[in-house]
């Protein structure tokens, strides 16, 4: 037996037989087959040299994704030294040749919410400016208004204002809060931030409400924050502080100031008995109403003057109604925002907004104090007396549920216990008996 291995060498072998038709046939067979291997080979090659390239990009990637994460926190943990620091700081960190990220660090002392659109509006102006190698002149059309904003507030008559401040509190005298751990262990601490949505049919629904009862969302939010706080209070009584803008309090224009105008007051949520969810909303409306014209006043006199003092309110609510302006600038690139974080300095603070078909809920938290287990019941007890609230506005408000009713169901019958097996038909004296027979040895418990 001979054992030919080499493909040259079995062509030569077959020459040598005279076998020329199988010959064609084997070179044809051996071309097509060095050509596939060839071609795999350059595949499996440039298909390595892609899986090298992909993953190094990856981790590059990765390591630029990690490193602005770690500027972002030691910017957040910098925090603002009032007598040394800028206050208004700009972090522009070059994540590729074509790309950046901007991190702005801005203290509430100069500037509030509805100010990032006016100075970001003008910073992307500037920049494109500087592209484009033009300078215009400064807009100094609102030069001294804030000033004088200022002087107009300072000559209202501010002991009048608190006045009726007094008398909105009059007689409150419990604090209304979402109970508190002692402290939560460090290592259960994570989010600080939850985020509940309500859209689809209870949008709808939100949404048809407030035309009936021309009314805005933020009063319906007000009152389900309040009946939230009445459920984890047990009372019908409570008050916490709303966030205003501030820029009504004023006869001069300042839509388009940059500068600290945002106030906050208190919000007393009070449900009497017999009146309906209709009613309540327009208690509260009317409640906003008389407040406009006093909101000028600061909530540390507000606290001074009540009962409580600085323990009138444990929670925030603010309602973001920024510019909705559809007409963006036409840049000559793309903008886009990764992330934003406001400091809260209480322990609970909720911001809303109304988005395309949805209402948005954010809930930032003092983490050493609750845990997101603690904060989730708290979103699923206030969205499900939203959901009352816009489904059954004809209600009581005394009786709406804090609770779903497929909840309380489950809590009841938690609260049966086991259900034991035995014959009804005798009595616990007989149980006892036929028990004290069967295990004689064994001891009672009575």
């Known amino acids: 037996m001979v054992y030919i291995k080499s493909s040259e060498e079995i062509s030569d072998f077959i020459k040598v037989l005279g076998a020329i038709n199988s010959l064609f046939y084997y070179e044809d067979i051996r071309i097509y087959r060095d050509h596939k291997n060839m071609v795999n080979r350059l595949n499996n090659c440039e298909q390595a040299n892609m899986d090298k390239i992909f993953f190094t990009a990856s981790n590059q990637i990765k390591d630029i994704e990690k490193a602005v994460r770690e500027i972002h926190l030691a910017e957040q943990k910098r925090g603002f030294d009032l007598q040394k620091d800028s206050l208004f700081r700009i972090t522009c960190v070059k994540t ?88 939560v262990p460090e290592e259960e601490q994570t989010d600080d931030k939850l985020t509940m949505k309500i859209k689809g049919d209870d949008m709808t629904r939100l949404m048809n409400l407030c035309a009936e009862e021309q009314i805005t969302p933020n009063t319906i939010l007000e009152l389900a924050w309040g009946l939230t706080l009445n459920a984890y209070n047990h009372s019908n009584d409570s008050v916490f502080v709303k966030v205003v803008s501030g820029r009504n309090a004023s006869t001069q224009s300042v839509e388009n100031v940059v500068g600290l105008f945002i106030n906050s007051v208190p919000v007393r949520v009070t449900v009497e008995k017999g009146h309906n969810v209709r ?54 690139f793309s903008i886009s925002q990764d992330y934003s974080k406001e400091e809260s300095f209480n ?90 027979r069967k295990t004689p040895e064994a001891p009672c418990v009575v």
């Open 347 to 436: 322990d609970l603070t909720i911001t809303a907004y109304t988005g395309k078909d949805e209402l948005t809920v954010n809930m930032e938290f003092d983490k050493r104090k609750y845990t997101m287990r603690d904060m989730e019941e708290v979103a699923n007890v206030m969205k499900n007396i939203i959901r009352c609230i816009v489904n059954n506005p004809e209600m009581e408000t005394l009786d709406i549920p804090s609770l779903e009713q497929s909840t309380i169901l489950k809590l009841m019958e938690l609260g049966r216990g086991a259900t034991l097996a035995y014959d009804k038909s005798e009595t616990l004296v007989d149980l006892f008996r036929k028990q004290v």
């Open 279 to 332: 009613q309540s909303l327009q208690a509260l409306q009317n409640q906003a109403s008389e407040t406009n014209e006093w909101d000028y006043c600061p909530l540390a006199e507000i606290q001074n003057r009540s009962m409580l003092g600085q323990d009138l309110f444990q929670s925030i609510l603010a309602f973001e109604n920024y510019s909705d302006d559809d007409q963006k600038p036409s840049l000559p």
């Open 96 to 183: 590729s040749d074509s790309t950046c990220k901007l991190i702005l660090s801005v203290h509430h002392i100069i500037v509030d919410g509805w100010c990032i659109e006016l100075f970001t509006s003008d910073l992307l102006r500037y920049l494109v400016e500087a592209m484009q190698g033009v300078e215009s002149e400064p807009d100094t059309s609102n030069d001294g208004r804030y000033e004088a904003y200022i002087r107009e507030i300072r000559s209202k008559d501010m002991e009048k204002g608190l006045a009726y401040w007094d008398n909105l509190l009059k007689d409150y005298s419990t604090t209304a809060v979402i109970p508190l751990m002692e402290s």
